[in-house]
Each structure stands twice: as structure tokens, then as C-alpha cells.
T-cell receptor, first 109, second 115 residues
Framework: GQNIDQPTEMTATEGAIVQINCTYQ??????LFWYQQHAGEAPTFLSY????GLEEKGRFSSFLSRSKGYSYLLLKELQMKDSASYLC??????????FGTGTRLQVFP | DAMVIQNPRYQVTQFGKPVTLSCSQT?????MYWYQQKSSQAPKLLFH???????NEADTPDNFQSRRPNTSFCFLDIRSPGLGDAAMYLC??????????????FGSGTQLSVL
């Protein structure tokens, strides 16, 4: 079956660095996405990984290890506006996007 | 500039009373998706359209139907809503080109309450 695991909740302090982990077991792999979702709003695209390694985009970076079925999203210089849910999603062999339950991040001053 | 628009943001319906949620897009994307997201759960794909081709997920209840009259619009019909159907319903689009880099663009969702 399809399984994507993320921690349910995390907390961090403004200005700090936080790493949100995601492990997956899916039927096939055609890439991994991270989305940000503020309460009551649409998920918005953050990053995409299909090859092993780190993709950096400003304050956000995403890492992938296909052999380990593992990814993380790294958020640096945290700001209050980064308080949101972060969804890990894997595109499987049928090209469907399978989502994890999301990690709710709270940033405190 | 909203690109995937869902109406209404909040919808209240009665148990068993049919309800329709709507989604429109200005992106001219080929693919439109409907996801159901319950509180603290992952978005779950209900079905999607590739152009006019309808693709139903195997575990989507028959209670849920969809229509796509043209490229821009897609509707989710819940024929007889039950209490368990209360959820956020997310519409998303993608261009539909081959390859894993295809990302989804989401609407703001419709929060459905069933009384």
C-alpha cells in the first residue's frame, strides 16, 4: 500500500532552523513535492525533488534519498508567517500525487 | 489573481440533501482534480479529469460524482451527503504534460458542513 509519514506537529522559535522529515513507501516513484498550507487556504507549491540530493530555494531547502525513501524540508531563518502545515507528497508510478497528513509547524517569537 | 477558484468557501447542507461544489480555472490546464481533506488528514484524491476523460479512484464512494462541461469548469456533486462527508474539498489543476515535474495548482477549497 501507499504510505507517507510525517510528524504531526512541530514547534520552533523565530529565527531558528527547523527540519521536517518525510518517509514514504509507494508503488513506484516519480518525484516528491513539498507544499505549504496555511489554515483555511490552498496548498501552495514549495519544492520538487526527483534525484537524490539537496534543492535550495531561498530560505527553504529540500533533500531526497530515494534508496532510503526519505526526504526532509529545511526552513531557515524562521519567520512567524512560516507557521503553517507542510505537506509531503509523492507522485507514484501511475503519476498520481499521494499526500502525507502534513506537519503543523508553529513558530513562536 | 486567483487562478483556481472554488465557490463557495463555506457550504452547509443537510443530511441527505444533494449539494454541488464548483471549481473554475483560468490556467487552461488539461487536468482537474478533486481532493477530500478531513481535519488533520492527508488530502485524498477522489477523481480527476484529463480533458474530458474521467478517472475515478477505486475507493471513491458512488455518492460522489463529477462533471466537467468545459475546460474551465469542474463540479463535484454529492448526491446524499452523510455526516462523514463533512470535510474540506480541494480542487486542483495541472497542465497534463508527461513527466514528474508536473505540479498541482490548488484552489482555496470549500469547507463542507453536514447538519
Amino acid at each position: 500500500g501507499q504510505n507517507i509519514d510525517q510528524p504531526t506537529e512541530m514547534t520552533a522559535t523565530e529565527g531558528a532552523i527547523v527540519q521536517i522529515n518525510c518517509t514514504y513507501q509507494t508503488s513506484g516513484f516519480n518525484g516528491l513535492f513539498w507544499y505549504q498550507q496555511h489554515a483555511g487556504e490552498a496548498p501552495t507549491f514549495l519544492s520538487y525533488n526527483v534525484l537524490d540530493g539537496l534543492e535550495e530555494k531561498g530560505r527553504f531547502s529540500s533533500f531526497l534519498s530515494r534508496s532510503k525513501g526519505y526526504s526532509y524540508l529545511l526552513l531557515k531563518e524562521l519567520q512567524m508567517k512560516d507557521s503553517a502545515s507542510y505537506l509531503c507528497a509523492v507522485r507514484d508510478e501511475t503519476d498520481k500525487l499521494i499526500f502525507g497528513t502534513g506537519t503543523r509547524l508553529q513558530v513562536f517569537p | 489573481d486567483a487562478m483556481v477558484i472554488q465557490n463557495p468557501r463555506y457550504q452547509v447542507t443537510q443530511f441527505g440533501k444533494p449539494v454541488t461544489l464548483s471549481c473554475s480555472q483560468t490556467l487552461n490546464h488539461n487536468v482537474m482534480y478533486w481532493y477530500q481533506q478531513k481535519s488533520s488528514q492527508a488530502p485524498k484524491l477522489l477523481f480527476h479529469y484529463y480533458d474530458k476523460d474521467f478517472n475515478n479512484e477505486a475507493d471513491t464512494p458512488d455518492n460522489f460524482q463529477s462533471r466537467r462541461p468545459n475546460t474551465s469548469f469542474c463540479f463535484l456533486d454529492i448526491r446524499s451527503p452523510g455526516l462523514g462527508d463533512a470535510a474540506m474539498y480541494l480542487c486542483a489543476t495541472s497542465r497534463g504534460t508527461a513527466g514528474g515535474t508536473e505540479k498541482l495548482f490548488f484552489g482555496s477549497g470549500t469547507q463542507l458542513s453536514v447538519l
